[in-house]
């Protein structure tokens, strides 16, 4: 079968359709569609298309199909002999979608 590398929200991505991929919160609702563009590699099965830096026409449409929060993340900061110590909690929101289609472009 086919797959893509996307980039979005400046990480990469492996996908073939059909695929569930959480990717950083795209602030979309549920069930809306969403067309990632900047496809760096196309991978089918007579070969690859690689993208400089991206391949043209290529494009990777998925839906939506939860919003939600990452496992909680502790940053703790200390600084030496300093008497300093800050903790912070921080959950990052992500978007999982649903890999619908890969459109090889070219």
Do not use: C
């Not at 079968?1 to 959480?22: S, T």
């Not at 290529?58 to 929060?69: E, L, R, Y």
């Not at 900061?77 to 959950?91: Q, T």
């Amino acid at each position: 079968g086919m797959y893509a590398i996307v980039e979005a929200g400046g990480k990469q991505y492996r996908v073939r359709e059909g695929d569930f991929v959480k990717v950083e919160s795209l602030g979309m609702e549920e069930g809306e569609s969403v067309v990632f563009d900047r496809v760096l590699l196309v991978g089918k099965d007579d070969g690859l298309s690689v993208g400089t830096p991206h391949v043209s026409g290529a494009s990777v449409t998925a839906s939506v199909v939860a919003n939600g929060k990452d496992k909680k993340i502790l940053v703790f900061k200390f600084k030496s002999k300093k008497n300093y110590r800050k903790m912070r909690g921080h959950r990052q929101r992500f978007t999982e979608v649903r890999i619908d289609s890969i459109n090889p472009g070219e």
